[in-house]
């Protein structure tokens, strides 16, 4: 089945997607997410300038050769911007392989290991009594598990909740130049214990919880913050450290039970294998878009689960929901699926772009089984928001020092 045509979309439905569009000789369309956040037009150029006129006239179900031609073929491998690219290309690829096959993915996958996907939501808060109002009111919609995240007091700006009560979660399209926010690991370390004491207090121990520290501290200091949360059972402590030196997670390892996640900047299995066969972590949570596509993200399920080690994806709202509905089908079939990350049914103009189904009941998400992802992409409605230029902040410590955000 020939490829006839590959086209890229950048809109702006409240906040930035590259989307990659596949056509087959047939009229069979795949589609695949591409979006880096505050990066995405370098992602734009590789997939148009570099990728896609190699593409046409291709096998479109020659999936895993095309993944292997755009990876070693490009010599220059791994890299976040080309592995996006080449995300986008597979999940697209995968699409048409569905639809082909009259199937769902997860089926061509080996089938389904569970009957739906357990999720995270967040409550976020500018304090403590916040965050347990909304925690309080997510368990009432059934969650079962919840990532708590509060505004550190007498700093400026935290991760996850800077934009206000309507928008904790950075949902804005629309940030010309970084923003500048500010971090001290001491106002931080003293105050997160009492979060989850008091969440624990008021909730009990049925409910899972979660937390993200967004790479902010040195493994001695994530250590003593791990071990200062063991009372509480943390489901995990992601992104404790940043993992270009992986060996940081050992340091953790050696003085914590809390259960570590960590993975959603690796480009390739190669970023998360000493960590895995070390088992200095228990959940790998790189996403579809971000780890090269579905072709290496089932082989790196699959040698995460000779480990124990658990797939919990990353489900921020910078990838789209073509992302959401592939990782549906990769957690659906994953053996070792732990928990995906979830924020929510997103608003209606990002509804009005990309068209699919699913349903929150009881903490599980549920799709509707339809070939391939079961999600589609509506390029009048994606014209009516153009993409703006748009960055991730930058994080200071009190004394001006940049700091990881
Ligand atoms: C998460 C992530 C996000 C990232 C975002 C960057 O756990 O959801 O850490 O909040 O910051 O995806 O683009
Ligand atoms: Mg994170």
Redesign the pocket.
Known sequence: MKITDIKVFVCCPGRNFVTVKISTADGTYGIGDATL??REMAVVTYLEEHITPCLIGKDAHQIEDIWNYLYKGAYWQNGAVSIAAIAAIDMALWDIKGKLANMPVYQLLGGKSRKGITVYGHANGESIEEVLQNLGTMIKDGYKAV?LQCTIPKTKGT??TMEGKKNY??LQGNRPLPPEQEWSTSKYMNFIPELFKQAREKFGYDIALCH?V?SRLTPIEAARLCKLLEPYNLLFI??AVTTENPEGYKVIREHTDTPLATG?KFNAIWDAKEMIQNQWIDYV?TAVTHGGGLTPLKKLADFASLYHVRMAP??????SPICLMAHMHFNLWAPNFGVQ?F?GFGTPELNEVFLYDIALKEGLLYMEDKPGWGVDFNEEAAKKYPYKRSY?PVSRLEDGTLWN?
């Open positions: 956040n505050g990532r991760y996850g979660y950075e993200d967004h992601e992104d959603e949570r990353h489900g921020a709202p910078d990838l990350e924020i991730l955000w």
